[in-house]
């Protein structure tokens, strides 16, 4: 067992050496390791509590969802029996979680109920096994037919709204540069966004808060603002503000002629003419065909740029726009320009989100964190060497050198895998310094009682590492197990904790055991012997 082939003992030096060679670009400033070839950029990222960063806590807006699934309703009732050709008085009015219509002729009633049935989908889809519908259709006499979202289908659709809203919030936190943000469920209806580096809330706070829902729609002409505001606002038409100050008002035509979920592209540029931000857009076939159609039809009016029911801007068409191409001009700075083409491109949100927590960690408070983790570090890594050293010796000197490459294959590796270093992440580096050290240990106490036992001093060391690694595996493989449970219902700091535990083990095994044999069979060649001092 203590005999390797020279390929066998060259395969495992230069596997460490690689593995250890990919953490030097944390010793080099940010800056210096940029102009490095990409291949040799992969460092560990500090996390939200090593290195500062903003922290938020979003919760989505239930009251909105649950009105916007009952405007839903509305809708559909109206066009499902309008589509039956099924007469209603009163329209359909919405009163707590349900919609109710009044059907004129009483002999409908049953046809009508047929008919709005099919609105009713299985909660969960067609795979859901509950039973349960998302729309209970009712009689309620006197021919009004009751229209229920129950709570469980209110609860689904806010469930899906949350998981939709976290992926635009990723999008768009990912569009500011920062590196490894943590953005998470908590909770029913609140989301965790923890950005390490970026020190503005303020920005992050501003491009979370907006809800993004683009529209381009008609501005309408045959009413001035101040006739609007007196009072003869047509029905078709709705008064709006500019998004920008000071607040004017606009009286445009509540039709959407082009949604934002029709952009498949927005970029902050300048205005080749004044030099002044603008955002460029760029629409998807369908959005460039309705696009073009419009502005075919309206040459000579004004259209209105609508961002979250605010007026961003109000060009006038000069001539019909085909390509499905535009921008948007109004008094930005880059900062905002650059803000507004992150919003289209990431997407509107499905429901508004309000900022119930804000917190931003300072560096200060990180660095306090790395200086007091080192000291911990260095403290515990100079006791367990002088253990090693005076409890087994030359054999302890060999334990120290695995141990070091260890510690060095695991920042390696992490760095490979651009993984965020955080302080649960650090307590699992040292505790696998602690199992690094508990395997030599186990391999050096059954040299011992091999020798004990009376065997030369290559017989011991042989049986010594046979016997230790049926027992090294054991332990290693039950705390990988444990890790990997942690890493996959875990979340946040818990996950980096056991990321670091889990490559540790992964380093520990092959250190521990293969390159301390290593070091150990290359002592017995060289010095042949007699005796072991351990």
Aim: proline residues 5%; glycine residues 8%.
């Amino acid at each position: 067992m203590l005999y390797f082939t020279r390929w066998r003992a060259l395969g495992i030096i230069l596997t460490a050496l690689i593995v250890c060679l990919c953490a030097i670009p944390n010793f080099f400033p940010e800056a210096q390791v940029k102009t490095w070839p990409a291949w040799a950029q992969r460092r560990l990222v500090l996390g939200l509590d090593l290195q500062g960063g903003s922290y938020l806590l979003l919760e989505v807006d239930s009251n909105y969802v649950k009105k916007e699934r009952l405007d839903q309703v509305r809708d559909d009732v109206r066009r499902a029996l309008r589509d039956a050709k099924i007469g209603f008085t009163g329209g359909v009015v919405v009163r707590n979680d349900a919609a109710e219509v009044r059907i004129t002729k009483e002999t409908d009633v049953q046809a009508a109920l047929a008919k709005l049935r099919e609105l009713s989908q299985p909660l969960g889809g067609l795979m859901g096994s509950s039973g349960q519908r998302d729309l209970e259709v009712s009689d309620a006499g006197g021919g009004v037919i009751r229209l229920t979202v129950p709570q469980a289908a209110m609860l689904d659709r806010l469930r899906k709204t949350i998981e939709q809203s976290i992926q635009i919030v990723e999008r768009r936190v990912n569009e500011l540069g920062t590196v490894e943000p943590v953005i998470q469920r908590q909770g029913n209806d609140r989301i965790l966004v923890q950005v390490p580096g970026l020190q503005d809330p303020t920005r992050l706070k501003k491009l979370l808060g907006e809800t993004a829902k683009m529209e381009f729609r008609m501005v309408d002409t045959t009413v001035s603002p101040d006739q609007a505001q007196a009072g003869r606002l047509p029905p078709e038409s709705e008064l709006l503000m500019s998004a920008s100050p000071p607040p004017t008002p606009y009286v445009v035509k509540k039709q959407v002629l082009v949604a934002g979920g029709d952009l498949i592209d927005a970029q902050a540029t300048f205005d080749q003419r004044t030099s002044e931000p603008v955002v460029s857009f760029k629409f998807n076939t369908s959005g460039a065909r309705k696009f073009s159609q419009a502005t075919q039809e309206n040459v000579g009016l004004p259209f209105a740029i609508v961002l979250d029911n605010k007026v961003i801007s109000a060009p006038r068409i000069n001539e019909p726009i085909t390509g499905g191409q535009g921008q948007i001009s109004g008094s930005f700075t880059v900062q905002s320009a650059n803000d507004l083409a992150i919003l289209m491109r990431a997407g509107a949100l499905p429901a508004p989100l309000t900022v119930v927590e804000e917190r931003t960690v300072g560096p200060g408070l990180g660095q306090d964190s790395i200086e007091k983790g080192e000291l911990a570090a260095y403290v515990g890594s100079i006791l367990v060497v002088v253990f090693m050293l005076l409890t087994y010796r030359l054999f302890g000197v060999f334990a120290n050198i695995a141990v070091a490459i260890n510690v060095a294959m695991i920042f390696g590796l992490l760095s490979l895998l651009n993984a965020t270093l955080t302080l649960p992440g650090i307590a699992g580096i040292v505790l696998t310094v602690g199992i690094a050290v508990d395997s030599n240990v186990l391999i050096y106490e059954r040299i011992r009682e091999e020798l004990r036992g009376g065997r030369n001093a290559i017989s011991a060391i042989d049986a010594g590492f046979k016997r230790a690694l049926a027992t090294i595996l054991d332990s290693n493989i039950t705390t990988f197990i444990a890790a990997a449970v942690l890493f996959y219902i875990g979340t946040g700091p818990v996950r980096g904790f056991a990321v670091t535990l889990g490559i540790g083990i992964i380093t520990t095994v092959f250190t521990a055991f293969t390159m301390t044999r290593l070091i150990v069979a290359g002592w017995v060649r060289w010095k042949r012997p007699q005796s072991v001092p351990i």
